[in-house]
């Protein structure tokens, strides 16, 4: 009692020490998905050190339906107060709007430059009821305020800064001035946002349902209390190693402590089952409450180890991948596996004790469905149920996997009807909502003050603003054609345009359009990210080769839409290579623990259909995977070894047992082993599931998919392990016609 009350002391002054001292606050930047040395984000870099300019936030602002925001008094005025009071933000260098710009707002609309900025297309009204004829020729009904964020000392943190930001528009928003604002500082923080959410509301969700469930299952408030304090102590443990190998809380590590607590409870749960079935088949006054801790811990420590040692190069494989997030959730989760295993084992065996009460909870229902996996054992061949469950495992999957999308846009990040999406739709549809970047130059060395070279330019910029991708884009070409609309600059060269435009007094915006020497150009657009159904690789290869067309040469790309792309293509070759790693050290891991060929066969063909089944279902349910929902295989697989290992060293103990107590066994005896190892797999399933069901609440679809996609894993992973592995494996060593306690002794 002693012992156990100074272990719950322990791990809550445990807990209560990180959360107090650990940031747990998710960081999500512009290039969160890479690492700093990464070759996929050095193009993005080489393009912001050619091009230095400043962070931007967009903000559009609806007007009157029917009336022109370039002609409405009432508009003008709104908006020109507007741009003055955002101009006085910390951290906001400079505005752009119909007032602050262009000579004035009538000018914008023959203005190459301010047309573009200011005024995008709306092809959809903002209001219902339609768009009239002659609203449409009326003039523009919204225009776009521009926020360039100050850069270096002068920089402020986003989070602050997009706070201050949106109190200044509820103040000025009202019907007839409709503000909505994007941009990436704004996305991320929002992402951020939604983050934190999930972190603290998801977190303290799951641990009660987790006890919940665990308490339903095992009907022990002792056992119940002792498998969560392992599990939070392993939490904390993690949360408190990642913060001094100074790895930060990202977009995935943010589901940290749950990914943490099902790795503990796959070990307590195996724990609490073989102790449970000692104590409830002892004879009265045999052995105690000691003892059978400690046969428990004996029979489930090897293939604890085993589990640990899979889940392990599991996380391995995720540290090979360049997306940051996949590798920060790789060192993430070694470390919380290596704390599950310690804490499952040092503080939840203590809290087991005293004699469970025979049948109830999952014990009924496991020997149910171990009658039925013995009764599919005992045939020659396929049964129609086994038809059937390969149906649901593997062949429906595999036709999903066809549908799943590994390229959502941006706007999946947001749900339907959510406030925010429905800005990034209004703003993606008036003029693109996701950057990028081309540098190109002249194969022949000419730099873009000669007219060749300038007119390629220009043409390059026509032919990409006509693709429907495209929502709005801009070049040292607009500079120069707007310069030229005055009487004096026709006059001028190129050059001395581009150097009259390099001066402070007209904002030094050819630095973020051409290089110092003139050889190099930026081509700087907006795309559309809603209605895209091709990916954004082929999308930017696309767009490259119509700049080519022009006679220009694509040097470098870079921009979030590029990354996002890269980013797919990440996930989806990480996805197939670390899975088919995995298999491969699975058939060593396999083929040690079944020490038979068919069985190591066996155990890896069922693995497979793990990962198969959690991401071929996402895509039948026609749910994106994205960079957050795709480590959801690896936690399903991770149940799935655990579930499979165990039942086979029960099975080859329960060989080595009847062996050595005369009995005729030729091979594994499967039927006794998923007998006595039914309650606890089917317990985790149970209690995982229910816990991770919980992300389907959340308000950030990423998290939804993940919870959708473990949950269906943990289901196809007890299957797995219950029905296929035995089957595959072929049990033949049991008497066909014996049950399914028949085979051996209790152990």
């Known amino acids: 009692m002693i012992r156990r009350g100074l272990l719950a002391i322990a791990t809550l002054a445990l807990v209560f020490g990180v959360l107090s001292v650990v940031d747990l606050s998710p960081e999500v930047t512009e290039d969160f998905f890479f690492a700093a040395e990464d ?14 300019g400043e962070a931007q936030v967009l ?27 955002l101009l006085q933000l910390p951290g906001v260098s400079e505005v752009s709007s119909l007032t602050r710009g262009p000579s004035t707002p009538e000018a914008a609309l023959g203005s190459p430059l301010w047309r573009r900025l200011l005024l995008p297309s709306l092809p959809q009204p903002l209001v219902e009821g339609g768009e009239s004829e002659s609203a449409r020729e009326s003039g523009p009904e919204a225009s776009t305020l521009l926020l360039f964020l100050a850069q270096g000392e002068e920089q402020r943190a986003t989070a602050e800064l997009v706070t201050d930001l949106e109190s200044v528009l509820a103040s000025y928003a009202r019907p007839g001035f409709e503000l909505l604002a994007s941009g990436v500082p704004v996305v991320t923080e929002q992402i951020r946002r939604r983050l934190v959410r999930d972190l603290r509301v998801m977190s303290l969700a799951a641990l009660l349902v987790f006890g919940f469930a665990a308490g339903l299952v095992f009907r022990s408030l002792r056992a119940v209390t002792g498998m969560l304090l392992a599990c939070a102590a392993a939490a904390a443990l993690t949360l408190g190693a990642l913060s001094g190998l100074a790895v930060s809380i990202g977009p995935l590590t943010a589901n940290l402590a749950t990914l943490v607590f099902v790795l503990t409870l796959s070990h307590t749960l195996f724990l609490a089952n073989a102790y449970r079935r000692l104590a409830v088949n002892a004879s009265a006054g045999e052995a105690s409450p000691q003892a059978w801790r400690s046969e428990a811990v ?48 040092g503080i939840a065996v203590p809290f087991l004790g005293g004699r469970p009460r025979a049948g109830g909870g999952l014990a009924s229902l496991g020997d149910g469905l171990a009658s039925f996996g013995n ?25 999903g996997l066809q549908r799943l999308s590994t390229d959502p846009g941006l706007l999946d990040y947001f749900a339907p009807g959510d406030e925010l999406r429905e800005s990034l739709e209004v703003v993606d549809a008036a003029g693109g909502s996701s950057p990028l970047d ?41 500079l120069v054609e707007e310069a030229r609309r005055s009487p ?19 904002g030094s915006i050819t630095q973020s359009f051409v290089t110092a020497d003139r050889s190099r150009a930026r081509l700087f657009l907006r795309m559309r990210e809603a209605g895209r159904e091709e990916s954004r690789s082929e999308v930017v290869d696309r767009l490259g080769a119509a700049v080519e067309a022009e006679g220009l040469e694509v040097e470098l790309v870079g921009g979030l839409y590029d990354l996002q792309g890269r980013l797919s293509a990440l996930v989806t070759s990480s996805l197939v290579s670390g899975l088919g790693g ?18 190591a066969g066996a155990m890896v063909a069922a693995l497979v259909v793990v990962p198969i089944s959690a991401l071929g279902w996402l895509g039948w349910l026609g749910r994106p995977l994205d960079v957050i929902a795709s480590p959801a295989a690896n936690v399903a697989l991770a149940l799935g070894v655990d579930s499979m290992i165990h039942l086979t060293l029960m099975a080859r103990r329960l060989r080595a047992d009847g062996a050595s107590a005369g009995s005729q066994m030729r091979g594994l005896d499967w039927g006794e082993a998923r007998r006595r190892l039914a309650p606890a797999i089917l317990g985790a399933a149970v209690v995982v599931g229910s816990g991770f069901g919980l992300f389907t609440l959340s308000s ?5 998919s993940f919870g959708v996609a473990v949950v269906i894993g943990t289901v196809a992973a007890a299957l797995a392990a219950l029905v296929l592995l035995p089957w595959l494996a072929g049990w033949r060593g049991a008497d066909p016609d014996s049950g399914p306690g028949s085979s051996s002794a209790e152990s």
């Open 700 to 704: 950030f679809p990423p998290t939804r």
């Open 375 to 399: 009764g599919i054992g005992r045939a020659k061949g396929p049964t129609p149920g086994i038809a059937a469950l390969l149906v649901i495992l593997l062949l429906l999957p595999l036709w």
């Open 582 to 599: 995995l298999a491969l050290l699975f058939v060593v891991i396999a083929w040690w623990v079944g020490r038979q060929p068919r069985v």
């Open 39 to 52: 070759p996929q984000l050095a193009s993005a870099r080489e393009v912001g050190e050619l091009f230095p």
């Open 59 to 85: 903000v559009l602002a609806q007007g009157p339906s029917g009336s022109s925001v370039t002609h409405d008094e009432g508009y003008l005025e709104s908006l020109e107060a507007l741009t003055e009071e």
């Open 438 to 478: 081309f540098v190109v130059r002249d194969p022949g060395g000419e730099d873009f003050t000669a007219a060749g070279p300038l007119q390629q330019l220009a043409a390059a910029q026509a032919a990409i603003e006509a693709d429907p991708e495209v929502g709005s884009a801009l070049s040292a070409a607009v």
């Open 298 to 345: 004996r029979q489930t420590l090897p293939a604890s180890l085993w589990c640990a040692l899979t889940t392990a190069l599991g996380f391995c494989s995720l540290l090979l991948t360049s997306a940051q997030p996949l590798r920060e959730l790789g060192v993430a989760g070694l470390v919380g596996t290596a704390a599950a295993l310690v804490t499952a084992y």
């Open 488 to 506: 004096i600059a026709r006059f001028l060269t190129p050059a001395q345009i581009f150097d009259l435009l390099s001066q402070p007094a007209w």
